[in-house]
């Protein structure tokens, strides 16, 4: 990585639990390097071609908050939860946990982070095991992070963390296919708490459930972030959802951070014009509200990465800086962190 | 006479346990021009409402009783050709998916030439020039180019677009929309919604919308539909129930909207969750998670455990809920005792 550290302007590092320093990530989309060889005009050529899922994000948690991205689908923001948790390997940039470096560490010494970071998936159909009970499937990360307790020690901790998260200890003999998807995310929430980590990713874990169902869920993770110090990063689309329990916000487009703000503020000012348009398409219960700001066009591929300021082919200010100079993370003076050319030079209307 | 009057409507599907019903008494209009909306969660039946209009659920789900009249023409014992001049013609439906309803080795220009075809005598070249003409309505850009183009090479928001294109082609008097959005990310959410709005505005078309979301019903509809376990629990002008919902289950589904709760604090949840159709409990569907089932004297009322509760009126709405009757009947005896 070429680009400085040093842009970014340092902030306090003493409560600051995971870093993540100019995180890129391509996928090949040409496969291995045999595949990627092709003639053209009589001679052999290699033709590579990559989805540009993240390019240079950076990102501090602090500790004890709840850092939401929200952005669009194919923004990066799954990308990102993956990465930091290690199920993805980053293409480049670090990340760093309680200031050690943790990207470039293998299976055996990643293990012992991940006792203290779990992470809850989108799809609570899909990410229970069909063929364990609930029991075996809450005793298994307890088993695996502490392989010198004894078997009443593991069923005590499960019995700790069933009662936690509300859930009947009659649960245990059954299977995760004889459970609603709210009772199914509950029991992953179990999971997750099992080895009672200090820091938390989820992965929209709420959007594939009703809306009803969506309080009692949103609920539990507030309740479980009281009782445990937990630090989140939550993603998530549901900018309604964001508000209610953000701490801070980092929106996301195209692979790239466009705004970091706290939630009040970036509810109340947003800057960015995407921001700006992302929170003017919620649909509210008043009709009143301020009309949608339209976007011309959709989201540019990640394939091929416009030039200068991704968001300049939709944005209603890009200039000729735009269209050539990529924005960086400025900080405002109210510690709002906004990548925009216009903001920046203060071209932005109100 | 409302263009779309659909009376004591009930939906079963015949099981090898016996017949479970989808859906029972349900009741509404619809006018030329208006727009309805039916909310409810997953499995609260507002999908069977919508396919039932038009005859289309598949076996083993059969209509088991009452009676969905189009301008005066009974639809549910319609024969099958003279349900197919309807479907597509006067009532059309967007679906939630988009890239399952187009067909995905037919150019977009020739199925929409198809369904031209299929209920007009009209010449191709001429087809081709209707179908361009309603692509410009949902404002495609480069109209001429996408006729020639397949559904894999458009975004899922146009693809939605050429949906709602095919859905208009016809000059439909009614626009059945079953989640038209909710695959879509929210700012494509919101233009699609707008255009689908205007057109139905300015074309005077009735649209019936099937949402789990509030917040579009009530930026869209008119009228509103709240479903529960295969019931109609409240209806009535969207505004007055978004405003002052009546039913408990209305009341906690707006009030469980992150929206509505202080950021920080705890959102207001419904416990529980929506029984199955197969083993609902007796009495009022909702009493096992209701919070009003007790009087003020902490004793349960026994009608929500007993009795499926009927309609009352309330306002301009209806709501089916003991205690709204019985708050209602209090107040009469207190004003008749005061007069």
Same mark, same amino acid.
């Given at each position: 990585m070429n680009a400085p550290a040093q842009k970014i302007p340092a902030t306090d590092t003493t409560d600051t639990l995971l870093e993540i320093r100019d995180l890129e990530k391509r996928f090949s989309l040409t496969g291995d390097?045999?595949?990627?060889?092709?003639?053209?005009?009589?001679?052999?050529?290699?033709?590579?071609?990559?989805?540009? +899922?993240?390019? !240079?994000?950076?990102?501090?948690?602090?500790?004890?908050?709840?850092?939401?991205?929200? !952005?669009?689908?194919g923004c990066g923001k799954s990308t990102v939860a993956r990465t930091v948790m290690g199920l993805l390997s980053p293409s480049a940039g670090e990340i760093r946990y309680d200031g050690t470096r943790i990207d470039n560490m293998s299976t055996r010494q990643l293990l012992s982070y991940r006792r203290r970071m779990q992470m809850i998936f989108q799809n609570p159909y899909a990410s229970l095991n069909p063929r364990m009970t609930i029991q075996q499937t809450l005793e298994e990360p307890v088993r695996l992070h502490h392989p010198d307790w004894n078997r009443q020690q593991v069923v005590d901790q499960v019995e700790r963390v069933m009662a936690s998260v509300g859930i009947d200890p009659d649960w245990g003999k059954r299977f995760g296919h004889e459970f609603s998807g709210g009772q199914r995310q509950r029991i992953a929430i179990a999971r997750a708490l099992a080895v009672d980590p200090e820091f938390i990713v989820a992965d929209e874990p709420i959007?594939?459930?009703?809306?009803?169902? @969506? +309080? @009692?869920?949103l609920n539990l993770l507030t309740d479980a972030q009281q009782e445990r110090g937990l630090t989140y990063l939550f993603i998530t689309h549901?900018?309604?959802?964001?508000?209610?329990? !953000?701490?801070?916000?980092?929106?996301?487009y195209l692979g790239t951070v466009c705004e970091v703000a706290e939630t009040a503020t970036l509810f109340a000012n947003p800057r960015h014009p995407y921001t700006q348009a992302l929170l003017s398409a919620i649909p509210r219960l008043d009709d009143d509200g301020p009309d949608h700001i339209r976007l011309d066009g959709e989201v540019p591929t990640p394939v091929n990465l416009p030039t200068g300021c991704v968001f300049h082919g939709r944005c209603p200010y890009a200039n000729q800086r735009c269209r050539e100079e990529v924005p960086?993370?400025?900080?405002?003076?109210? !510690?709002v962190r906004v990548a925009c050319h216009a903001v920046e030079e203060g071209r932005l209307p109100g | 006479m409302a263009l779309l009057e659909v009376n004591q409507l009930d939906v079963r599907f015949a099981l090898r346990k016996g017949d479970v019903h989808a859906l029972r008494d349900i009741n509404f209009t619809l006018e030329r021009g208006e727009r309805l909306g039916i909310v409810g969660e997953s499995g609260a039946g507002k999908s069977v409402a919508a396919f039932s209009l038009l005859n289309l659920i598949a076996q083993p789900g059969f209509i088991a009783g009452g009676e969905i009249n189009f301008e005066g023409k009974t639809l549910n014992t319609m024969s099958e050709r003279g349900l197919r001049k309807v479907r597509g013609n006067r009532i059309?439906?967007?679906? &939630?998916?988009?890239?399952? /309803?187009?067909?995905?080795?037919?150019?977009?220009?020739?199925?929409?030439?198809?369904?031209?075809? *299929?209920? %007009?005598?009209?010449? /191709? %070249? %001429?087809?081709?020039?209707i179908a361009l003409e309603k692509l410009r309505q949902v404002q495609i850009p480069s109209p001429e180019t996408r006729l020639d183009q397949y559904p894999h090479e458009l975004?899922?928001?146009? %693809? &939605?677009?050429?949906?709602? *294109?095919?859905?208009?082609?016809?000059?439909?008097?009614?626009?059945?929309?079953?989640?038209? /959005?909710?695959a879509l990310d929210v700012t494509i959410q919101a233009e699609i919604m707008s255009l689908l709005l205007n057109l139905c505005e300015e074309h005077n078309v009735g649209l019936i919308l099937i949402t789990h979301d509030l917040g579009v019903v009530s930026q869209v509809t008119q009228r509103m539909l709240v479903m529960y376990a295969g019931r109609v629990i409240e209806q009535g002008p969207t505004r007055e129930i978004i405003n002052d919902p009546q039913h408990p289950y209305t009341q906690g589904l707006i009030n469980a909207l992150p929206q509505m709760a202080t950021p920080g604090e705890k959102l207001n949840q419904i416990r529980g969750s929506m029984p199955s159709l197969s083993n609902l409990p007796g009495g009022c569907a909702f009493h096992p998670r209701c919070d009003f089932i007790k009087r003020a004297d902490g004793r349960t009322r026994p009608a929500c455990v007993e009795q499926v509760p009927g309609f009352v009126s309330s306002g301009n709405c209806r709501v089916a809920c003991h205690m709204v009757a019985?708050? &209602?009947e209090d107040r009469r005896l207190k004003e008749e005792e005061s007069s």
């Open positions: 390097f045999l595949e990627q060889l092709k003639f053209k005009g009589g001679k052999l050529v290699r033709h590579q071609e990559h989805v540009h +899922a993240i390019n !240079g994000v950076s990102l501090d948690i602090r500790r004890g908050e709840a850092l939401c991205v929200v !952005g669009e689908s959007s594939a459930l009703d809306v009803s169902i @969506q +309080a @009692q869920v549901d900018l309604a959802v964001v508000e209610h329990f !953000g701490t801070r916000v980092a929106v996301m960086t993370l400025q900080t405002l003076n109210d !510690g | 059309s439906m967007i679906f &939630q998916d988009p890239m399952m /309803t187009l067909n995905p080795v037919l150019s977009i220009g020739a199925q929409m030439v198809e369904s031209l075809k *299929a209920h %007009r005598r009209i010449s /191709t %070249r %001429r087809a081709r020039a975004s899922g928001g146009m %693809r &939605q677009r050429i949906i709602i *294109a095919v859905a208009l082609l016809l000059d439909p008097d009614i626009i059945i929309a079953d989640e038209p /959005t909710t019985e708050m &209602q």
